[in-house]
């Protein structure tokens, strides 16, 4: 990655306001965090926000999410640097160069061709190349590269994708994803041990929706 930058002090308040005083304590999510420059990866205009508190912007209706979500979600895959990664939703590429740095392998799938390859060039510019971005339907997955330790979904699906669910690891893979419609949603996490699937309801969120098979038509109207 770049060397520092003027956005420096802006993410180390980030992490210290937003995430540590929320309850993040994972060592290296929050240094991932302060390293990664978030301004890279949201449009010139909105740049002097992207560490606020609070999602931005980054076209075609779609958001990046805000920094604690991003810490949070992330925290919920209680990863440990060995693991291959699936990511439904690349979207601007932030979460995915959060990953980056906390697995061995990301494997990113993303339906916007235009975001994909946004995010692609920002993450090669950052010097990442333990990642691989798709385009295509991320509610099914990717099954010729199945199974993953950790699959995380960056957009609101009406239930939890069969395809994603028979994608983890048998021996202990778990998934984080947002689960309702545009008046209510939660995160769910999801823990595999053989063919025993826990499920946890967590926290109530908002995020846009998954589209695709498994989730929602395109012309649904945006959740953010």
């Known amino acids: 990655m770049k060397d520092g930058d003027s956005f420096q002090q802006a993410r180390d308040e980030m992490v210290i306001q937003q995430l540590t005083a929320r309850g ?12 990664i420059p978030r301004h890279e990866f949201v449009p010139n205009e909105v740049r002097h926000l992207a560490y606020r508190d609070t999602p931005l912007p980054i076209g075609d209706s779609q958001t990046i999410s805000q920094p604690y979500i991003v810490a949070h979600m992330s925290a919920m895959l209680n990863l440990n640097g060995s693991e ?3 990511e439904v939703g ?4 932030y979460q995915t160069a959060v990953l980056c740095l906390l697995a ?13 390859e946004r995010a692609g060039d920002v993450l090669a510019e950052l010097g990442f190349d333990n990642v691989e971005i798709y385009v295509g339907d991320g509610s099914v997955g990717l099954p010729d590269m ?16 069969n395809p994603l669910r028979g994608q983890l690891s048998e021996s202990g893979g778990r998934m984080v994803l947002p689960v309702g419609d545009e008046r209510r949603q939660h995160l769910e996490v999801i823990r595999r041990s053989g063919n025993r699937w826990q499920i946890e309801e967590a926290d109530a969120v908002r995020f846009v929706p998954l589209v695709g098979r498994y989730g929602y038509p395109s012309t649904t109207t945006d959740l953010m």
């Open 84 to 86: 291959r990664v699936l």
């Open 90 to 93: 690349t979207g601007s590429g």
């Open 146 to 161: 199945a199974t993953f330790d950790a699959i995380i979904v960056t957009a609101a699906a009406p239930a939890l994708p």
């Open 104 to 116: 061995a392998e990301v494997y990113s799938v993303e339906v916007n061709p235009r975001l994909a």
């Open 24 to 35: 993040i304590d994972d060592i290296n999510i929050l240094e991932a965090m302060r390293l």
